[in-house]
């Protein structure tokens, strides 16, 4: 066993950690902190991941725990919330460069009604849509039953879809 | 006849996701071509997925911090705790140079520094080794569905594009995605030896390729890039191969480009 983390995998992964790190915690300065803290944790860990699995999955999963544990420390100070809940709205996304006006609607659409997700929901629908990872997977990023992350997955889509038709324009599809 | 019991809502989930096991797939794809309501529903959520990619996946070629580069390679210690304040105001710094840089030089070719996804050989390799790297969905659209890919990509790119067939060469096409680009996006078709070795064609046209290039070779993080500009358009073919294979890939598929050009298929 070679105790260390593929380098050029790590690097490969980084941008999707970042995304997913700014999707959890819907602000773009803490999540860059979110990312640090991830790798220094598989750092230390490096000796847990088995050579040819799926090092991005791994790396989501100590994002998650790297995520609640730290999100339990704030808890101490701010009471009376928890990750199921609905946790308002997200500050922090921005649009990407140079979308186009009608695009520049529809992307700001797409983050509101993802920020009003909870996390656990925002969580298994970024990780099933987004990254396509497998509900196995997630279930093991999130240490949860397989049956918790679909029905995590349903009500994540439900809502969205009843967010876009409460929408005033209709989002149009996307090809 | 069996009876078939009907899909569930998870089962629905599954389906759209490409998920459910092949077997039972098969009958839920019988039972939705019967049933337009459940068909519709694995629709809307395949459209939602689109939709979600196509919101977030622009994000994957922001530039990279500095701080965070070197904690993935290890390259340095993290900074101590008492220095944490000072890294906003060094990435506020750092971006400040680079956008001083970017307006100054025009072109993107100073970025190097900070390992950013902004040079276009920078930019196939990075989306090179993200893709390539990945067993289970290293494209959007699979081969299988080589027209739709197509036509997709050339409707997204606002021009008529072609998968080269690099079969010559003992190369299959994998299939192919829309990629995030400075301007405008860019196209990935990704191929496949029989060593299941991978090489990608980045296509992307945009602004900043105003003058044309003859071939041009850089290597990034150890990927191996030939790219060359042509007709406003950029072309880069990326992969773990060596420079010789990879200019052997990049003469095909410029050769099958330039005879495309003359015929009335290009438009």
């Not at chain 1, 700001?108 to 629908?125: D, G, H, N, S, T």
């Not at chain 1, 999130?142 to 009500?155: A, C, E, F, N, Y």
């Not at chain 2, 021009?159 to 994998?174: I, K, N, Q, R, T």
Request: hydrophobic fraction near 45%; proline fraction near 5%.
């Amino acid at each position: 066993m070679r105790n260390t983390l593929p380098h050029p995998e790590l690097v490969a992964a980084l941008p999707r950690l970042r995304r997913y790190a700014r999707v959890l915690t819907g602000d773009s300065c803490r999540s860059d902190d979110l990312v640090q803290d991830t790798l220094a944790r598989a750092w230390e860990k490096r000796h847990l991941w088995r050579q040819g699995s799926d090092l991005r999955a791994w790396l989501f999963t100590i994002m998650h725990n790297v995520h609640v544990n730290q999100f339990a420390l704030r808890q101490r100070d701010f009471a009376n919330s928890s990750l199921d809940a609905d946790d308002g709205p997200v500050a922090g996304w921005e649009i990407p460069v140079r979308a186009t006006q009608s695009d520049r609607v529809e992307l700001a659409e797409v983050f509101a009604q993802i920020a009003r997700l909870p996390v656990v929901q925002r969580e298994v629908l970024m990780l099933a849509a987004v990254e396509e990872l497998r509900y196995e997977e997630i279930a093991r990023v999130q240490d949860v039953p397989i049956g918790t992350v679909m029905s995590r997955l349903s009500r994540a889509r439900e809502k969205l879809k009843r967010m876009a038709m409460d929408t005033p324009t209709p989002l149009k599809v996307v090809k | 006849m069996n009876a078939v019991l009907p899909p569930s809502e998870d089962e629905l989930n599954a389906y759209a996701d490409g998920q459910l096991a092949a077997e039972r797939a098969r009958q839920v794809g019988e039972t939705l071509a019967g049933e337009p309501a459940l068909a519709a529903r694995v629709e809307e959520i395949r459209r939602q997925n689109r939709l979600l990619r196509d919101a977030f996946d622009p994000w994957l070629a922001e530039p990279l911090p500095r701080r965070l580069l070197a904690a993935a390679r290890r390259a340095a210690p993290i900074p101590s705790e008492r220095w944490q304040w000072a890294w906003p105001a060094f990435a506020a710094v750092i971006s400040l140079l680079l956008g001083i840089g970017v307006g100054w030089f025009g072109r993107g070719e100073v970025l190097q520094l900070t390992g950013t996804p902004v040079t276009f050989p920078r930019q196939a390799a990075v989306t090179h080794a993200l893709y390539a790297a990945d067993a289970n969905r290293p494209v959007e659209v699979w081969a299988s569905d080589e027209q739709r890919l197509v036509n997709w990509l050339s409707k997204r790119l606002g021009f008529a594009l072609h998968a080269p067939d690099l079969s010559s060469l003992g190369l299959a096409l994998v299939g192919g995605r829309l990629v995030a680009g400075n301007d405008k996006p860019g196209a990935l078709f990704m191929y496949e030896n029989a060593d299941k070795r991978r090489i990608s064609l980045l296509v992307r046209r945009d602004g900043e390729f105003s003058h044309e290039t003859a071939f041009r070779y850089a290597q990034e993080d150890g990927v191996g890039v030939f790219y060359w500009i042509d007709d406003n358009c950029g072309y880069a073919i990326a992969g773990r191969l060596d420079k010789g294979q990879l200019l052997a890939i990049s003469r095909v598929v410029y050769q099958q480009l330039a005879a495309l050009e003359g015929s009335p298929q290009k438009r």
